[in-house]
């Protein structure tokens, strides 16, 4: 063990701003990363093993024990358990013998939970030694141990493969695109390094301008103008500057940038290329979730495909000193990562946690240096903006929403999938084009973002309105809001804090008990309205947009659904949750009575 | 341990009463004043960055009003910081001047603009200039009242018989912001006891994760002694076993006396000032003891 290790190490040059890329190969190599491993890292990297010990316990699929020769983990998301999570994981547990969260007695299969892996419109789904399996069934899951049993290779035990790119060479994967819906910008047809060869003519003013003419917003969420935020990063004087991409898509219900990856991952090469052009970036980094593990050695051929068309490495098209490339860094399940300070700090082999600002990271990002970081969507869009000019693209969709928006729609329709809208289309419509019927609510920008009920479908796609990241998770009648959908998302939220900021680390716990309390009838009234309050300060104090908006699931609910709530609470100042007959269980189970309550 | 014995000074020797009365109070043997607690050297690798900082943005002065009080401050300087220079206190558990703000117990947090900041985290800027900070107001306040019962609940925190009972920033607080009973609901978590190191003492019951140790406690090669460990409510105060068991005792003393609760205890020594004399006793927080 120890000389692969040393390997390991020196592979990654003793650089301890590498360590998520020395923990992640001992993690694939060993089946986890123990104390031994930690502390000849530690040795070898001149530091304390609590420093590296900090990084290996803050992703999810880092593992101080081995999590099984075959580690299963099931999709946990809102979707998964409207398709049947609970009857395939019940398979597993009988096949395997071995509960959730463990390993088998034979060391053989470990099953365990994960947050939403992407896969929102294939549910079940679940991650087995990095491989997808989606659609699961408790009829699959049989042959699947059987696999197991007879010592097959995880490859071996995909048959059938996905359509597009998924079934090619390099990916071979049963992962569906699903791709209902292609629209004028993201999908279009396209040929590489079209808007490369027209950017070396243009100097970075020209650049921006055509940029900011588009009107394009940030596509993680957040929309903050993309011109902005490059002409900030341009402006620093700071000569080493960084390009990132944030393929970190980690909210529930999210499977967007997982498709563009599969299908036009060159569109989001070549925007980086764009943006290191303009910014004066030489080096470019793609964050990519840990879920999306498959796709990499299919991405590093896109990578290799461009050296050799001359469109990334020296001297880009032809342009003399125009030298860029880029380079995969993996996450390790974190869903607070995806914010972009939290992401610098991943990339430089530190615990995910969101940075205090200012500095902003186009001021001081990756290394310190100013760095321009993207979401997927966003990068891919410029390459089009850069081909058919700003004026185009902020023609499409409206005023104040430039361009097409590509939607993650899943839950109870008929038609799940990627379909990409312009900006402007209402709930209705988005639930017409996808088959939605008897619908409940409408979980618009996961999470994080909003919950809304039937009155509020004529509201608009857009920044000005409902502004999303493309979650649309639907929900219908026969779902039970607040236990099936609202505490799932609060039990994300607890998991996935970084648990720096004290309200987000304690106050979430306490926000999800009480709401525990309600779905079991004990809360008051009153104790709904506290809720409100304590909300209010998750928004006010905490630190990051996780942080801030982790109270959504419970605040927007009370705010949409207030009568769900009122059906489970009492007017009275208090409700007792004291039970006879649970309390005397324990007691009873051991002496080996029934209780008597008539007394 | 013989905590209890020693907090109430019965079995020290003379020596180490004098070396304590040092550093725990030092004006306290002299004259009944405010105690102000030894200045903590930092570590280099943490004033770098700083000074780097600061040298950016150092130059002109900022005037500004905090809850209409004027105030004056230096441009880049953080608005804790400089709230404290000008007598106005904003509370905090995590700050400490010229140390790289962590901005985590999120108390310190203030409005402007219509905005609410953290204080150790928003540095001064030209922009600034005749702004108007609110701090102690009804809101403000609400908030960072529950901070501390969050912080309250979150551990187990047991006054009466905490060594730091009268030094704790968080008990100081709690009696600041009234608070009588939390509005939250008791945790009571299993949280695991650091012993085995010759010098000092890790009680994560009474950990409220600040940070303060994971930022400047380093041994002589610059090598992290305590970091954090797991993410989340699952987050806790992790030690470095081997460097904790060489650890000096000069660095162990420290560690205690920047930790703002009883997390950190230096062992085999006691306490010369009974409580009921110590610092928060003889003037609440916020009042006359700043920072």
Request: glycine share 8%; aromatic share 6%; charged share 25%.
């Amino acid at each position: 063990m120890k000389a692969t290790l040393q390997t390991i190490i020196e592979k990654h040059q003793k650089d301890a701003t590498r360590l998520m890329d020395i923990l992640l190969d001992i993690q694939a190599e060993h089946g986890s990363v123990n104390d031994e491993a930690i502390a000849l890292v530690a040795s070898q990297l001149g530091i304390s093993k609590v420093d590296v010990e900090q990084t290996r316990s803050f992703y999810h699929f880092f593992t101080k024990e081995s999590a099984g020769k075959y580690t299963v983990y099931m999709n946990d998301s809102v979707v998964a358990n409207m398709k049947g999570k609970a009857e395939v994981v019940k398979a597993f547990e009988k096949e395997a013998n071995c509960k959730l969260g463990s390993v088998s007695a034979d060391g053989l299969i470990g099953l365990f939970n994960t947050a939403c892996i992407g896969m929102s419109d294939q549910e079940p789904a679940a991650l087995i030694n990095g491989k997808v399996f989606t659609n699961l069934t408790p009829a699959k899951v049989k042959e699947i141990v059987a696999g197991f049993k007879a010592d097959k290779c995880v490859k071996e035990m995909i048959t059938e493969y996905g359509d597009g790119q998924n079934s090619s060479e390099l990916i071979k994967s049963m992962v569906k695109n699903n791709l209902m819906k292609k629209g004028a910008v993201t999908f279009s047809e396209y040929k590489t390094g079209t808007a490369l060869r027209k950017v070396v003519e243009m100097n970075a003013d020209q650049i921006v301008a055509e940029v900011k003419t588009s009107g394009i917003r940030g596509r993680g969420g957040a929309g903050f103008p993309t011109g902005l935020k490059w002409d900030f990063c341009r402006k620093e004087a700071e000569p080493v500057k960084y390009v990132m991409c944030n393929a970190d898509e980690g909210e529930p219900g999210t499977f967007k940038d997982r498709v563009i990856l599969t299908e036009v991952p060159a569109l989001v090469f070549e925007g980086m290329t764009v943006a290191g052009y303009t910014i004066g970036a030489k080096q470019g980094i793609l964050y990519l979730r840990h879920e999306y593990k498959y796709l990499v050695k299919y991405l590093d051929k896109v990578l290799e495909d461009l050296r050799t068309q001359n469109l990334l490495g020296k001297n880009i098209a032809g342009k003399q000193g125009f030298d860029f490339d880029i380079r995969i860094q993996l996450g390790a399940g974190a869903y607070v990562c995806g914010e972009e300070s939290a992401l610098i700090e991943s990339c430089e082999g530190k615990r995910g946690e969101p940075r205090n600002r200012p500095p902003f990271p186009v001021q001081k990002g990756y290394m310190n240096k100013p760095t321009v970081i993207n979401n997927v969507e966003t990068l891919a869009h410029i390459t089009k903006i850069i081909e058919k000019g700003g004026a185009w693209y902020k023609g499409i969709g409206t005023k104040e929403s430039a361009g097409t928006k590509l939607l993650s729609i899943s839950g109870d329709c008929e038609k799940p999938g990627v379909y990409e809208i312009e900006w402007g289309m209402t709930i209705q419509q988005m639930l017409d084009m996808v088959g939605a019927k008897d619908v409940q609510a409408v979980q618009v920008a996961g999470p994080s973002g909003t919950c809304i009920n039937p009155k509020q479908f004529g509201r608009a796609i857009a920044y000005e309105d409902l502004a999303t990241g493309g979650a649309m998770t639907i929900i219908g009648n026969q779902r039970n809001l607040l236990k099936d959908v609202v505490h799932n998302y609060m039990d994300f939220f607890v998991d996935e804090s970084c648990g720096s900021c004290v309200p987000c680390r304690a106050l979430s716990v306490l926000m999800k008990e009480r709401l525990e309390k309600v779905i079991n009838g004990h809360a008051t009234k009153n104790e709904v309205n506290e809720l409100v309050e304590w909300g209010s300060f998750m928004k006010l104090a905490n630190r990051c947009g996780l942080g801030q908006t982790a109270s959504n699931p419970i605040i927007t609910t009370i705010q949409n659904f207030r009568e769900k709530y009122d059906a489970l609470t009492k007017d009275t100042d208090y409700v007792s949750e004291f039970n006879m007959e649970t309390a005397v269980a324990a007691s009873c189970a051991v002496v080996g009575r029934k209780p008597n309550l008539e007394h | 341990m013989g905590f209890f014995s020693s907090l109430f000074g019965k079995k020290q020797k003379p020596e180490e009463v004098k070396q304590e009365a040092k550093h725990e109070a030092p004006k306290q043997e002299v004259k009944r004043e405010p105690i102000v607690e030894k200045k903590v050297e930092t570590p280099v690798v943490e004033t770098k960055k700083v000074e780097e900082i600061k040298k950016e943005n150092m130059s002109d002065t900022i005037k500004f009003k905090i809850d209409g009080k004027e105030c004056v401050g230096k441009n880049g300087q953080s608005i804790l910081d400089a709230a404290i220079e000008n007598g106005v206190y904003i509370p905090s558990l995590c700050h400490m001047k010229d140390v790289i703000p962590a901005g985590s117990c999120r108390i310190c947090q203030i409005k402007m603009n219509g905005r609410t900041m953290a204080a150790c985290t928003t540095p001064l800027t030209c922009d600034c200039n005749n702004l108007e900070i609110e701090n102690d107001t009804p809101e403000i306040n609400e908030v960072r009242k529950a901070i501390v019962e969050v912080l309250f609940v979150e551990g187990n925190h047991f006054c009466p018989s905490c060594e730091k009972s009268g030094c704790c920033e968080l008990q100081a607080l709690g009696y600041k912001y009234a608070m009588l009973v939390p509005r939250f609901q008791y945790a009571f978590p299993q949280r695991e006891i650091f012993a085995a190191s010759p010098n000092l003492m890790l009680d994560r019951n009474r950990c409220i994760l600040c940070k303060k140790c994971v930022r400047i406690i380093k041994d002589e090669k610059g090598r992290s002694v305590f970091a954090l460990k797991n993410r989340g409510h699952k987050l806790e105060i992790n030690i470095d076993v081997d460097l904790a068991k060489t650890l000096s005792p000069a660095i162990a003393q420290k560690a205690m006396e920047i930790c703002p609760v009883g997390a950190i205890i230096k062992k085999e020594k006691g306490f010369a000032v009974p409580i009921g004399s110590r610092k928060f006793d003889l003037k609440p927080i916020g009042i006359g003891n700043l920072n």
